[in-house]
């Protein structure tokens, strides 16, 4: 099988479970909106995104460690048993913080929710980290797809039945991460690949160096893609947040797409120890930013009606927040493609140089806009930080020459940015406007095509 086989195979796999409990949660998003108020989605948006945060410092990023050695080949047992040492620790440390931090504002009405919600995804990201680089990606997709049925019915049964309101929010979360923590550990059979005596410090000292380094890389990244959250909910409360996060929603459908090839591109590029200046890469990333062009377009060119369509009247305006952010999602899909060059090298080091810059700019840009100009501050800040980002990870790697056909590729990008513009500042898009737009990116991304086909035909002849 060659590597573009191997790429998209693993690529459908990681994606009929990853893309179905990720859609089913997408789809929960208009089901949200009517069983719970702005002020209410703003909750418990805030409680799952600080959970979100606080895995990667409290288990000191150990997963990442897990699954680059376990491709690595080294003892399966020593890698899984050393993470879960840290793991163990972890919770204990979290148990004796409680005084301490059920003091926290924004959590401590729901604080023992909270606590259980952190240490069952704790777990959730090793085991997931464990089981993907085991190879058992049919396990890792069908546990997926479970744990979004479970969701599904959960949301149903605690807020339109029981009317638990941000409590059931979090209840179903707690039951669907709790399900298929434990489908991957019995599943995959992972009780086989833990004891204390296979506990090995050196090797838990080799994976912390490459780990470690992904603690703020991760923290900053959470900030480009989060903090604007936090700014929104200070200044103009949680209801203001409740609407941006609806309005993040509908850039998600994008996020899937990014998730599924990033893991099955992770294992691909680290098994084989593919690097930046191969052919390999150059050619998978035309595919993949093509893919994520035409995916916005199509976004674009609906969101409106869309959003009238699926949000209950409280939210309907959130169609304007979510251009900027589509964008977004392209750079901070292109960051972490080339984040990858960095895993397979050990570098992560480098990483953090690239996030801090984009973060800070980030952070100034939202407490600068967002003040004024309200929600689509945020959008514009969370943009220009991931390209920020992007630019200098392209800088850094030496990867603004490798990109195959160059103008085809800034035209696809400057298309999109000027017709996102465009919808952002009018109050309903003209059919003729978004026409136009259309039909000069179909032209650019069609020499694309052209090109690709070409270049196969003259490899088969």
């Known amino acids: 099988m060659n590597r573009y086989k191997k790429l998209g195979w693993n690529t459908l796999i990681i994606g009929l479970g990853s893309m179905g409990s990720k859609f089913m949660i997408f789809l929960l998003v208009p089901f949200y909106t009517f069983y719970l108020s702005p002020a209410e989605y703003g909750q418990a948006d805030i409680i799952m995104m600080t959970v979100s945060i606080l895995i990667p410092i409290v288990t000191l990023s150990i997963a990442d460690g897990v699954f680059r050695y376990t491709m690595e080949k080294a003892s399966k047992k020593q890698v899984f048993s050393s993470a879960c040492a840290i793991l163990l620790i972890a919770g204990f440390i979290l148990i004796l913080l409680t005084p301490l931090l059920k003091t926290i504002p924004m ?35 069908v546990s997926g797809l479970l744990m979004s049925g479970i969701l599904f019915v959960a949301n149903v049964v605690f807020l339109k039945y029981l009317h638990l309101g941000v409590d059931g929010y979090l209840y179903a979360n707690l039951l669907a991460f709790g399900f298929n923590t434990l489908c991957l550990f019995f599943g995959a059979k992972l009780y086989r690949l833990f004891s204390f005596r296979a506990v090995n410090k050196g090797l838990l000292k080799k994976m912390l160096v490459y780990s470690l380094p992904l603690i703020p890389n991760a923290i900053l990244w959470w900030v480009m893609q989060v903090s604007d959250r936090y700014i929104l909910t200070i200044f103009l409360g ?22 599924v090839f990033f893991q099955a591109w992770s294992i691909s590029a680290i098994g084989d120890k593919i690097k930046n200046n191969d052919g390999f890469f150059a050619g998978v990333f035309t595919i ?20 009238t369509i699926l949000f209950s009247s409280a939210y309907q305006q959130v169609w304007q927040y979510v251009p900027f952010l589509l964008i977004a999602v392209i750079m901070s899909s292109f960051s972490s493609f080339l984040e990858v060059s960095y895993m397979v090298e050990k570098k992560t080091k480098q990483l953090l140089l690239t996030s801090l810059k984009g973060s800070v700019i980030n952070v100034v840009l939202a407490l600068c806009l967002i003040p004024f100009i309200g929600i689509i501050g945020a959008s514009i800040a969370t943009l220009v930080g991931f390209l920020i980002t992007w630019l200098l990870r392209m800088k850094q790697t030496n990867f603004f020459g490798q990109i195959k056909y160059k103008k085809a590729f800034w035209a696809s990008l400057g298309v999109l940015v000027l017709q996102s513009i465009y919808l952002s500042v009018i109050s309903m898009p003209n059919l003729w406007m978004q026409a136009i737009f259309a039909i000069v990116f179909l032209l650019c991304q069609g020499t694309v095509l052209q090109k690709i086909l070409k270049q196969r035909r003259k490899k088969s002849s």
């Open 288 to 307: 993949f930013s093509s893919l994520f062009f035409v995916a916005t377009e199509m976004i674009l060119l609906i969101v409106q009606p869309f959003a």
């Open 238 to 259: 949680v209801a203001a947040n409740g609407l941006y996060t609806v309005a993040a929603k509908i850039p998600s459908l994008l996020s899937m797409i990014h998730t």
């Open 107 to 141: 959590i401590q009405d729901y604080y023992w929710l909270f606590l259980m919600l952190l240490i069952v995804q704790l777990w959730n990201t090793l085991f997931q980290q464990q089981v993907r680089a085991n190879g058992k990606l049919i396990l890792y997709s």
